[in-house]
């Protein structure tokens, strides 16, 4: 009885696909028997069919006859013909080629080749592509990306207004990572909803944004504050790029206003200090002690925990701070006292600074503070000028600027500059060094003298320290 082999069995036996063996058998290039079972072949017939084949030029298969060449080379562009590629792991299209080659660790490889717009020839592999129609998709996706990087090309996008960006900005963004997004609500509804109103974001132009500004500062307000909506508004734009709403930020290009003549330096003075805690009423008095020695935020006062406050160690933890870092100050003896003293007040809310009414935190002491500076005659002082005023008082006593910038919360030493004010006898003790040092009198200049060998000698390079040692 002959060895009758199935479709996979003559598969194997030949080392061909399935597919192959299908087809061969559908063109009668096999030997073949089909029955009402199904396809079968004998393996006695396959021997003789490949020996056979041997003998002829093709080898073990006949190659399957190749379609008329109907694609274009893209090397004949500039004469309207195409040449033919040369190579049979080539292949040409009217916009590019794809082609093989092995590496040296035998690994079959596909490379795309076009010429840009400005006839430039790129040559580059395609590292996932396994097949013909894969090195072509990547070719055409190629040739899309150079076309877009030189004209430009834009996509079909969805229109949209500033009105909307900005409520996706503060849903979205500002909610989830801002803790003043409510600062940037009001700015948003008050002031750039009306101006741009239902302008769509891609017609906005650098010249809208110079008449938005000018428009602000018609109405009254400050340069700084015209820079606080600008901040918003670029932030608005550069997330709305990455969101792909828009492809440009106009806000960009507009420069901020400077806000060096806006800075404001006022410094509390020791007399003044006194007067102003006389007219505080119960409940402030504490909360300016605590500002004048530690240098805190009032958000971080009124919200300051006797969990925080370690009175044997002397020292205290600030928390939900506006860097989100936790920082440590000290407790001097003033501070020691005064917290004595409110310890026997403390309520069951676990706040240092509770409403005497409420018995809940405070929200606002602007107008009891207010109405302090007023009854002690202090005028153009705010609260914050209370941090201004430790900051400068520590550099005025000899501290160095770096513990001055942690006792801060800062996280660089040139924002913490600007809250360090020289006062004016330190002012005028530098402008005296000049009187000094341009004297004939020997008796003046030789302590000048010692003075300026001694701060070699110490390495000292703080100007501060060096005015408060010659005092």
């Given at each position: 009885?002959?060895?009758?082999?199935?479709?996979?069995?003559?598969?194997?036996?030949?080392?061909?696909?399935?597919?192959?063996?299908?087809r061969?058998?559908?063109?009668?290039?096999?030997?073949?028997?089909?029955?009402?079972?199904?396809?079968?072949?004998?393996?006695?017939?396959?021997?003789?069919?490949?020996?056979?084949d041997?003998?002829?030029?093709?080898?073990?298969?006949?190659?399957?006859?190749?379609?008329?060449?109907?694609?274009?080379?893209?090397?004949?562009?500039?004469?309207?013909?195409?040449?033919?590629?040369?190579?049979?792991?080539?292949?040409?299209?009217?916009?590019g080629?794809?082609?093989?080659?092995?590496?040296?660790?035998?690994?079959?490889?596909?490379?795309l080749?076009?010429r840009?717009?400005?006839?430039?020839?790129?040559?580059?592999?395609?590292?996932?592509?396994?097949?013909?129609?894969?090195?072509?998709?990547?070719?055409?996706?190629?040739?899309?990306?150079?076309?877009?990087?030189?004209?430009?090309?834009?996509?079909?996008?969805?229109?949209?207004?500033?009105?909307?960006?900005?409520?996706?900005?503060?849903?979205?963004?500002?909610?989830?990572?801002?803790?003043?997004?409510?600062?940037?609500?009001?700015r948003?509804?008050?002031?750039?909803?009306?101006?741009?109103?239902?302008?769509?974001i891609?017609?906005i132009?650098?010249?809208?944004?110079?008449?938005?500004?000018?428009e602000?500062?018609?109405?009254?307000?400050?340069?700084?504050?015209?820079?606080?909506?600008?901040?918003?508004?670029i932030?608005?734009?550069?997330?709305?790029?990455?969101?792909?709403?828009?492809?440009?930020?106009?806000?960009?290009?507009?420069?901020?206003?400077?806000?060096?003549?806006t800075?404001?330096e006022?410094?509390?003075?020791?007399?003044?200090?006194?007067?102003?805690?006389?007219?505080?009423?119960?409940?402030?008095?504490?909360?300016?002690?605590?500002?004048?020695?530690?240098?805190?935020?009032?958000?971080?006062?009124?919200?300051?925990?006797?969990?925080?406050?370690?009175?044997?160690?002397?020292?205290?933890?600030?928390?939900?701070?506006?860097?989100?870092?936790?920082?440590?100050?000290?407790?001097?003896?003033?501070l020691?006292?005064?917290?004595?003293?409110?310890?026997?007040?403390?309520?069951?809310?676990?706040?240092?600074?509770?409403?005497?009414?409420?018995?809940?935190?405070?929200?606002e002491?602007?107008?009891?503070?207010?109405?302090?500076?007023?009854?002690?005659?202090i005028?153009?002082?705010?609260?914050?000028?209370?941090?201004?005023?430790?900051?400068?008082r520590?550099?005025?006593?000899?501290?160095?600027?770096?513990?001055?910038?942690?006792?801060?919360?800062?996280?660089?030493?040139?924002?913490?500059?600007?809250?360090?004010?020289?006062?004016?006898?330190?002012?005028r003790?530098?402008?005296?060094?000049?009187?000094?040092?341009?004297?004939?009198?020997?008796?003046?200049?030789?302590?000048?003298?010692?003075?300026?060998?001694?701060a070699k000698?110490?390495?000292?390079?703080?100007?501060?320290?060096?005015?408060?040692?010659?005092n």
């Amino acid at each position: 009885m002959h060895n009758l082999l199935t479709v996979k069995e003559a598969a194997e036996f030949l080392r061909l696909s399935v597919c192959t063996v299908y087809r061969y058998a559908q063109l009668g290039k096999l030997p073949q028997i089909r029955k009402s079972f199904g396809l079968r072949f004998r393996q006695e017939d396959l021997a003789e069919w490949i020996k056979k084949d041997l003998q002829t030029p093709c080898g073990l298969i006949p190659s399957a006859p190749r379609a008329p060449r109907t694609d274009r080379s893209y090397k004949g562009e500039e004469t309207g013909r195409m040449s033919r590629s040369k190579s049979r792991g080539r292949h040409n299209f009217n916009f590019g080629a794809v082609y093989t080659r092995t590496s040296k660790d035998g690994i079959l490889r596909w490379y795309l080749d076009f010429r840009n717009s400005k006839k430039k020839r790129i040559q580059r592999v395609i590292p996932l592509a396994t097949t013909r129609e894969e090195a072509l998709l990547a070719l055409q996706e190629e040739v899309r990306r150079e076309f877009d990087a030189e004209y430009r090309a834009e996509r079909e996008r969805k229109k949209t207004t500033l009105s909307c960006l900005a409520d996706t900005y503060l849903e979205d963004y500002a909610k989830n990572n801002k803790k003043s997004w409510r600062d940037d609500q009001y700015r948003i509804n008050a002031s750039l909803k009306p101006f741009f109103g239902e302008q769509e974001i891609d017609n906005i132009t650098p010249l809208d944004i110079e008449k938005y500004r000018s428009e602000r500062l018609k109405t009254g307000v400050t340069k700084s504050t015209v820079n606080r909506e600008m901040t918003i508004l670029i932030k608005m734009f550069n997330l709305a790029i990455d969101w792909n709403l828009t492809d440009r930020n106009p806000a960009a290009k507009v420069r901020l206003f400077s806000e060096k003549d806006t800075q404001k330096e006022r410094i509390l003075l020791r007399e003044e200090e006194a007067r102003l805690l006389k007219a505080c009423p119960a409940h402030l008095r504490p909360i300016v002690v605590v500002a004048l020695h530690t240098g805190m935020r009032r958000g971080e006062i009124l919200g300051l925990r006797w969990r925080q406050v370690d009175l044997d160690r002397r020292q205290l933890r600030v928390e939900n701070t506006k860097s989100g870092k936790n920082r440590l100050i000290p407790i001097n003896n003033v501070l020691w006292l005064e917290f004595e003293a409110l310890r026997a007040y403390a309520g069951p809310s676990g706040l240092v600074f509770a409403n005497p009414r409420t018995r809940l935190q405070f929200t606002e002491v602007k107008k009891s503070f207010r109405s302090s500076c007023q009854a002690a005659g202090i005028e153009g002082l705010r609260f914050h000028d209370l941090r201004h005023t430790f900051a400068t008082r520590l550099i005025e006593a000899g501290a160095d600027i770096i513990s001055v910038k942690e006792l801060l919360g800062h996280f660089s030493v040139r924002l913490t500059q600007r809250y360090t004010h020289p006062s004016q006898d330190q002012k005028r003790r530098a402008v005296d060094l000049l009187a000094c040092a341009q004297s004939s009198d020997p008796e003046k200049r030789e302590p000048l003298l010692h003075i300026c060998d001694t701060a070699k000698s110490e390495k000292n390079t703080d100007p501060t320290s060096f005015l408060i040692s010659i005092n």
